[in-house]
Every structure is written in C-alpha cells, then in structure tokens.
C-alpha cells in the first residue's frame, strides 16, 4: 500500500494564507509542507503551519450532537435547533435571535449563515468575531474608498523601498511574510519602521522603532500628512483628480506643532522628524497595519490618518506602494465578501441602499431581506444579557474568552434561553456554556475557499475522512434552513454555494461593486475542485483576476473620488489613574494560535512559551516588589488574572502586556479578556483590546511546582495552574497560596496515589532549599516528574520534556530528579527553534564559539533553516553574545 496522492490545501491560521501540501500517510499520520506553486507562500510555513500535522488526532474532539449533555442523532439535533428559532421568532421577532460566527469560517459557510439570518430570518443580527479584528479596517477602507478594498498585493513587500509596520507584531504574526520583507531587505535594502510601544520581534529587525505612547497613532500620522504637504510632495493630479477633502484633513492634520506631538506620541522631535523625512523621501512605501492600530477606540481614525498620507502622495496601487491593512484569520476577508459583518448585507453590498437590497432579495428569491443592521459583537452579548435574544447560535469562535468583559459573556450565555455551538471541540470555555453542541468538520475534513490578506481566493480541500459525526458547517447550517421552511437552501456542495456567491457578485454589477468574481459564476464541480488561487476582482471582463487597484482612481464612492477623511486625535477611552496605573496591552505569541483548541495540541507549540507571562518592565516591577518569575496578579475595574512575571525592557515604563491565548482548559485564570472593558471605537464598534488601565501586585504563593507527567496531571484544584503538552505527555506549572499541606503529601494529590504497583518512586528533599522532588518510572520509563519548592522552581524544562517517556537506569534517574542536565547531556535551554527543537543554550554555545550571524549559527545548529520563524530571536541571542563578547 503507498501514501494517499498528496492534496493541496490553504494553511488554517493566519491571513498570510499559505498553501500546503497534505499527504495522508498509511499509518494515519499526515504530513505538511508547504506548497511551492501557491503565489501567497511558494513553498514556505511558520512553526504553526509546519506543526498542522500534529494537531489532527481526535483526542478533545466533538465527535457526536448534543442536547443538554445528552448525545443526540442529526435529525433529533437540527429540528431541535429549527424549532429554538422558530419559537423565538414566532414570539419575540426575527432580531430575538442571532449568528455569531467567526473568521475562521470558510467563504462557503459564511455565505449560508449570512442568507440565512439577513435574507430569510430578515434580521441583520449576524455578528463575527471579525469585530474584534477587522472591522476598524473595513469602515475606515468605507469612508475612504467607498469600498471595503485592500489596494496591493504582497508582491508589494518586494519592490518597496520602505515598509512602515504599524501596530504589527509581522515577525510572529504573519511569519511567512515577515520573511519575504526580510528577503527584500537583504537584497534591495529596503527601510522598515516600526510603529509598536513594545520592543517586538518585528522591532527588532527594524532600521527604525518608535515606541509610540499607546493610542497616539493619528497624531503621528496626522503630522506625517502635515510634513509630507509642506515638503511639497503632494501628488496634485491625483489629489485633484480622484480625490476630495484633502483641505480639511490638512487642516485638522497641521495643528499641533512637533512639539506637541512629541509629547502625544511620547516620540522624540528629532524621531519623528527623520521617519516623516524618510517617509517623504521615498516614493515606494507601503505601510502596513494590524491590530495595535484596529482594537482602538480610535480605529477607523487611525485607518483614515494611514490611508489620508497614502492618497496624498498618490502612493497608492502602484507597484511597491499602498496602505495594506494585514488580516489575521485565514477568511477575515471572504467573512466581508460574503456580508458576515452585522453592519453588511452580501457581496459588498450594503443594507442601508434600497436598491442593495432589492438586487438581493430578487438574487435570493427572498421578501425578507433585513432593512436594519444588526447588533455589533459588544451589543449582541450586552442585548443577550439583558435578555433580548432569546436563541443565539455561535459558530467557529469562542467568545466567553476572547471578547472584552468576558465574565460578563459568559454570565449573558449562562441566562441566554437557547445557546447553540458548532466547534470541533467541546472543551472550549463557551462550549461548557452551550445547550447545544454541534460538531463541525475541522480544517481537512471539508471543502471550502478563504481569502487572504491580498484579496487571493484560496480552496482549502479536504484529505481526511469525517470523524464521528462531524459535519462542515454549510451543511448543519443548509438543513436547519430548510427546517424553518426556507427555500433556497437545498445545497449538495460547497461548489454550489461558491458558484452562487461569484454569480451575486456579478448580479447588476457592471463595475459598480468592487467585489466581482462573476469568471466563477458557473463554476463546475471539477473546476472547483481544480481551482487554483486568483486574487479579486476577477469578473468576467478580467478573468486573470487584479493585482492592485486605484492607481488611476476608480473608486467606489459615489463620485468616484476617494476620500480624505479629517481625522483628529483623541486619547483612549479610559485612561490610567492612582488605582490603576499601567495601561495593559495584550496580543499574541509566536507558536500559539487564539484559545489553543488546536495548537495547544502539540508538544512542539509550547516548547517556545509554555506558561502565561506578563511582561513589565524593569522599573515597574521593582515598584511593585516583583521579581522574574514570580507570579503576578493583574487587576482591572472588571476582574483579575494570574500569570507568571517576565522583566524585560521591551516594554516601555507604564506597559505591561499578557498574551491572549491561555483560557479554561489551560490555565487556572490567565485570559486577559477578563480584565478588558467594553468601549469601542464609534464608527467600527471595535473594542479597545489593547488599552486597559491595571495594576499588578506579587502573588505571595506559598509554594511553586513543575510537573510533568505521561498522563494528564490533576492540577485543577490549585490557586495557580498552567498546562502544556510536552511530545510525550504533560507539562504544567503550579503553585498555592497555603503553606498548610507538607510538599510530600501535596506530591500525593499531583501525582495521584494510584501508582502502579511496578513503578519505582524516587523521591528526596533538599532541606536547605526547601525542595521536594519525586519521580516515578514505570518499567524504567519516567512517568511522571514533580518538583515542589517554596520559590519559583528552577528546572531544565526544555531538557526535561525530551526526557519523558525515555527509559532510565542508575545514575541517570538522579539527573532527572535534580531537575538537570548530566555533564554528558547539555541542557538546550529554552526552546527557540521549533522545527529542529535547537534551544538557547546551544544557540549561545555556537554564538559565543564565533558563529556571529544567524545564518552561522543555522550552519551549526540547524536552528532558523527551516521555517524561520525563529531568526529574530536568534539575531537577539547573537549580538547579546556579542555585545558581551566586545566588554
Ligand atoms: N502566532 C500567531 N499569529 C497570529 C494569530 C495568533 O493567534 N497567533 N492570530 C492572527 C490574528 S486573528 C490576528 S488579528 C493577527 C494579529 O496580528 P498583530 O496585530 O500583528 O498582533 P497583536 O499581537 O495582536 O498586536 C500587534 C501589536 O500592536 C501593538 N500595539 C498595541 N497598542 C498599540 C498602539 O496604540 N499603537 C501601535 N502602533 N501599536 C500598538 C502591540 O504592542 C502588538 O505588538 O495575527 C494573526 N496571526
Ligand atoms: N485581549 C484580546 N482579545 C482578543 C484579541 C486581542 O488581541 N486581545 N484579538 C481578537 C481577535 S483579532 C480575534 S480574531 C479573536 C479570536 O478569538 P476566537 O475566535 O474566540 O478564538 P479561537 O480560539 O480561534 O476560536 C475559534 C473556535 O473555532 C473552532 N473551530 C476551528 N475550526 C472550526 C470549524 O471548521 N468549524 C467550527 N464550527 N469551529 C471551528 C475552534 O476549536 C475554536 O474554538 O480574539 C479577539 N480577542
Ligand atoms: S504564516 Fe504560518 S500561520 Fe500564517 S498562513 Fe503561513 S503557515 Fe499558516
Ligand atoms: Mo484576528
């Protein structure tokens, strides 16, 4: 028997949209590469899509339908859910219901729920998480374009000569891409600055950081807009020709003088003034935003403050220049093609315009099209906990973690009558919260397109059978459609509704609408699943699809003429003060994606960061007594987390920043959601997820831990807990408030009592530290590892996680219990590069042995040869080594 053919699919994380190369193999298992031919990617992966392969067992999957806990088949389960809204509407009205969806949802599914709920339902009540993400991008693309259009593409990154990242974490965020800047960089010199109050990875790499005062973005741009006309570089044809308001936003744009921006932006005059006279200097600029610029309460301002320098200078859709907002989620932008947003009706149409509407409804053969938009993200979860929906149906998201106030959400889903939840996994912290769960078919399991962030439409193909159950998402959402008695929902396959999507976007559109794939409109079935990637618009006029847009104007507005839009700065929405002085700021890390469901499968993922840190800045944390690794509480006006104490000056005094991945099933309270508010911004109704006044104080615990253990560890009754995955098992950190409990019979309640009979327990106390350590193989193989300590343990993690599972003798086991490396095995230190699992110890052993590059330190170590995602973080090692080596 050989391998099954290998499948070229789309990467499921990150907006870069990567093409990969599945193979089934016989022995169940599945490798991933990355697939040379696809235009976004050509070959390459980040640690997370190189890892996909090891995050497909079904351990945690929802396999079977359920009905308040009760398994239940399909037929008993989608009546069941027809019926909720059936009720519901009978009794309350259509808006008494609502879809919360999700940007990891493919195009095909998208476009069903969006029909369903604004089309026939006829409320607009259909939310996504892309409120939290991208929908400061979409009003500000709105106000300025008329459209909701990404100008460039990422060939862009390639022949700019300047690349200005603002509020773009791209080094770990969009791995593949940072990549190819790094190339451009190499090979052209191009300039990057970096716009971020951290000192990232990305700023790392940067000719240029400036470590802008949180919130200050429109200042700067404002004042870039102001020195960029006196320069005298307006591109007045353009101006003149396709545009209008360059007056009034000049005007608002040129009132502060530099030094008063100095003290907004908290820059230096003399900072600001070289990035504003590099950014004049060079015609071929692109700058790209993300979030620190999209969770703002002034986000769609600082999207306009971006674009308005962008249109002034005429920079944009030509080759090397553009403003280019990067998306996160593999579909945030097929979720806005399809209309996935409350404030969207389909196809970029919109449901205020009555003629948007009746096009429509004469598409769909529908008289319900909604009339009103619907309720955004913070609204629908405030209305659901006033009571107003009495049937909420969340798909693809976990919002009881990742949206602000998310105790408050989780309190409106406990009350919300019907709670309904498709996932792949039930373990999620809004799952426990559901009345119905629904298991959807994961990445590989289903059909479908997304679209990345340089509007290319990618298939993703399945190559795995469905497990259980399991059913994609179009399908659940077809059938409890047609169970309400709409017609038009009778789909066989994603082709269909993919067809269907292209052929609205073409409807009546003659070049009126942006978003046009009319070329698909009558796509077969095998040209679907033949489809390669093409980049929108691509109607039928163009079928090669468009690379860039608006160098000659052309925009959507009304007039056809962009629009400058004044923009004026304003602070955050709630500023620090005596109780809560420092402003937190939260984000992602490198190897984890959102609320872990699927990288928190895989031992390699955690081997980077493997615990919920906050991290402060010297200076704050010796004003609060803290110490690295101690564990620190963070307080807001709304609740209070837990996480381990990482020092470093890459935060700025006054910033400290807690990454958003750990919730419910990997850590005791560690999700900065909790802490955060609900202010928005007024025209994207985005939450400022990045601004949260805190104070943080010394959790003064008792006792600390380090276990890990082949079987899950039963941790869950400690103050403090934070689990992992190691290859072979567990991993987990914990620690108690309460010195009432000897160590060794707290190693008893790890641990479990329930040995086996065979094991061999190993255990010792080392009375001058206070440590106790207990180890127990079974059949020579470790077991399990504890190590208890009044302090924050100290431990060869990286060295120790290889360990586990490996068979020991002697001396040998008396390493494993000190916690250490025998002087013939080195200790790597803490993993840095995923894919070859090199640490930093050997990183620093081949630096400080002369190897002064990352790539010789890649030709020593093999550490940053392969995916890359690793190379800033080597870079930091190098020159620290240097820089010690010169004193
Ligand atoms: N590894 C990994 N990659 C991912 C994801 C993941 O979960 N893990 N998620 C994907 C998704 S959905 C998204 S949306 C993207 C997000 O990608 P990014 O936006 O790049 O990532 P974040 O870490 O959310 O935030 C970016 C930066 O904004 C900065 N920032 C905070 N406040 C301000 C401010 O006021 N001004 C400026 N200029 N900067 C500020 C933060 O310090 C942070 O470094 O990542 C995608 N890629
Ligand atoms: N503090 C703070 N909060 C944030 C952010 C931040 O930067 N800071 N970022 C925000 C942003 S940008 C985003 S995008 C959100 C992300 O937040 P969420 O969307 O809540 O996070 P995920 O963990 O990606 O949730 C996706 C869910 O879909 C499930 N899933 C995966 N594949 C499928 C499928 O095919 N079908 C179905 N039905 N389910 C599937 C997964 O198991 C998972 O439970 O978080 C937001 N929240
Ligand atoms: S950069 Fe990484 S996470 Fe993003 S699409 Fe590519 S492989 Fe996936
Ligand atoms: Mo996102």
Redesign the pocket.
């Known amino acids: 028997m050989t391998n099954a053919a290998p499948i070229k699919t789309t990467c ?1 994380y990150c907006g870069v949209g990567c093409g990969v190369v599945a193979t089934s193999n016989q022995d169940a298992s599945v490798s991933i590469a990355g697939d040379k031919e696809h235009p976004a990617s050509f070959g390459r992966l980040c640690s997370k899509g190189s890892a996909l392969g090891e995050t497909l067992s079904l351990d945690d999957r929802l396999l079977h339908p359920r009905i308040n806990g009760e398994q239940v088949g399909w037929d008993a389960v989608l009546s069941h859910v027809a019926d909720a809204f059936r009720k519901s509407i009978d009794a309350y009205g259509p808006d008494s219901v609502a879809i919360y969806g ?5 195009t095909e ?1 998208y476009y069903v729920a969006n029909k369903l709920m604004k089309g026939f339902i006829g409320s607009g009540n259909m939310d996504t ?2 409120r ?3 929908a400061s991008s979409v009003a500000g693309h709105k106000r300025a374009f008329g459209s909701d259009t990404v100008p460039g593409s990422y060939e862009d990154l390639d022949e700019a000569d300047l690349v200005v990242l603002v509020g773009s974490n791209f080094a770990w965020c969009h791995p593949v891409l940072f990549q190819r800047l790094q190339a451009a960089q190499a090979k052209r010199g191009t300039k990057v600055v970096v716009i971020d109050p951290c000192k990232t990875a990305t700023a790392q790499a940067a000719d240029m950081h400036l470590a802008i005062r949180p919130g200050a973005d429109v200042a700067l741009f404002n004042g870039l807009l102001a020195h960029l006309s006196k320069a005298g570089l307006t591109d007045t044809a353009f101006v003149a020709d396709h545009t209008s308001g360059h007056a009034d936003a000049l005007r608002i744009a040129g009132e502060p003088d530099l030094y008063q921006l100095a003290d907004i932006t908290g820059i230096e005059t003399i900072t600001l003034q070289r990035f504003y006279e590099l950014f004049a200097a060079t015609s071929k600029t692109v700058t790209i935003y993300s ?1 620190g610029v ?2 703002s309460s002034a986000g769609t301002d600082k999207v306009n403050a971006v674009i308005n320098c962008h249109l002034l200078t005429g920079r944009i859709g030509k080759p090397g220049s553009g403003p280019f907002s990067i998306t ?2 593999p579909n ?1 932008m097929g979720g806005r093609e399809v209309g996935g947003l409350a404030n969207q009706l389909a196809a970029h149409m919109s449901i205020e315009d009555a003629s948007d509407r009746d096009r429509v409804a004469r598409f769909w053969g529908t008289s319900s099209v909604t009339s009103t938009a619907g309720l955004k993200a913070v609204d629908l979860f405030k209305a659901i906990e006033r009571g107003d929906i009495k049937t909420l149906w969340v ?5 009881a ?4 106030e998310a105790d408050l959400v989780a309190a409106a889903l406990e009350k919300c009558p019907t709670v309904i939840v ?4 039930a373990t ?1 912290r ?2 426990k919260l559901a009345d119905v769960l ?1 298991p ?4 590989g399991e ?1 059909d479908g397109t997304v679209t990345n962030s340089e509007r290319r439409i990618s298939r993703q193909r399945k190559f795995l059978p469905l497990p259980g159950e399991a059913r ?2 179009w399908w659940i959402m077809s059938q409890v459609a047609q169970r309400l008695g709409f017609d038009g929902f009778d789909y066989t396959s994603p082709s269909e509704i993919f067809a269907e999507h292209a052929a609205l976007s073409a409807f009546e559109n003659e070049g009126t609408r942006d978003f046009d794939i009319g070329t698909y409109a009558d796509l077969s079935p095998h040209a679907y699943d033949a489809l390669t990637p093409f980049q929108w618009p691509a109607p039928k006029s163009r079928p090669a699809g468009t690379k860039r847009l608006f160098a000659k104007g052309g925009f959507f507005t009304p007039t056809r003429r962009a629009n400058f839009v004044p923009t004026a700065h304003r602070p955050p929405a709630s500023t620090t003060c005596d109780r809560f002085p420092l402003v937190l700021n ?3 890390v490198r190897d984890q ?6 990288t928190g499968k895989t031992g390699r993922l955690f081997a980077h960061t493997s615990e919920p840190y906050v991290e402060i800045h010297p200076d704050d944390a010796s004003d609060a007594n803290i110490e690295a690794a101690d564990l620190v509480a963070v307080e807001s006006t709304r609740g209070r987390i837990t996480a381990r104490a990482l020092v470093t000056d890459r935060q700025v005094r006054g910033n400290i920043f ?1 990454p ?1 991945h750990w ?1 419910d099933p990997y850590a005791s309270c560690a ?3 909790v802490l ?1 508010g609900p202010h928005v911004d007024p025209v994207s109704g985005q ?1 400022e ?2 601004h949260t006044p805190v104070r943080i104080s010394r959790v003064p615990a008792a006792w600390h831990g380090f276990v890990m253990s082949i079987d899950k560890p039963d941790v869950e009754s400690f103050d403090y807990w934070a689990l992992g995955r190691t290859d072979a098992g567990w991993r987990g950190e914990i620690a108690g408030l309460s010195p009432d409990k000897p160590l060794e019979a707290l190693a008893t309640d790890i641990l479990g009592r329930g040995a086996a009979a065979s094991a061999d327990v190993l255990s010792s106390f080392d009375l001058k530290s206070g440590t106790y350590r207990t180890a127990i193989f079974c059949d020579g193989r470790l077991q399990s590892l504890l190590l208890l300590s009044p302090r924050p343990v100290e431990a060869a993690r990286a060295w120790l996680c290889d360990q586990l599972g490996q068979t020991f003798e002697g001396q040998a086991r008396h390493y494993i219990l000190a916690g250490r490396a025998g002087a013939d095995q080195p200790d790597k230190g803490a993993i840095i590069c995923s894919c070859f699992q090199v640490g930093l110890n050997e990183i620093a052993a081949a630096a400080t042995d002369g190897a002064g590059s990352v790539d010789a330190v890649g030709a020593c170590t093999k550490a940053g040869t392969n995916c890359g995602s690793c190379r800033m973080e080597i870079k930091r090692i190098v020159e620290t080594i240097n820089v010690k080596q010169a004193v």
């Open positions: 499921p999700s940007g990891q949802l493919l599914d998480n892309s939290l993400c991208m979030q999209n969770q996160g989620q945030a798909i693809a998201t976990n919002p973690a990742s949206m602000p498709s996932d792949v996994t999620t809004t799952a629904l959807a078919a994961g990445w289903k994609p998402d939260t984000g992602r994606w959102h609320t872990m469901t699927r807690v958003m919730t999700h900065p959601d955060v939450p997820l990045k």
